[in-house]
């Protein structure tokens, strides 16, 4: 059975039972990573995040930009979406740290 590490109305983190590799879901984007990928990926979101947190924004407009490694492309997210995607790593990762110091 997977292990949900966090939740919220926008998406969700787990792990797989059989690879250990972390799932994370979030609107209609999907991330499959391990450990290593995942933390990566946590701290460019924590940057963006950091980034855009004084910015003048609403939070329901798509006006923040994340670029990708594919040339011309990039995530559009809300200040809103922003915020729930970071609560899942963030939340995440202090799951992942706890385990490991208890491990």
């Not at 923040?64 to 922003?82: C, F, K």
Request: aromatic residues 10%.
């Amino acid at each position: 059975m997977a292990q949900f590490f966090h939740h919220n109305p926008f998406g969700y983190c787990l792990r797989c039972p059989r690879t250990q590799h972390l799932h994370l879901c979030f609107g209609n984007l999907a991330l499959v990573a391990t450990t290593a990928e995942f933390q990566e990926f946590r701290r460019f979101i924590e940057e963006e995040h950091e980034r855009n947190y004084s910015a003048y924004r609403d939070p329901e407009a798509r006006c923040i930009a994340l670029r990708t490694p594919t040339e011309r492309m990039a995530l559009v997210l809300s200040w809103q979406e922003l915020e729930q995607l970071h609560e899942i790593l963030e939340t995440t990762a202090l799951l992942l740290e706890v385990e490991a110091l208890l491990g």
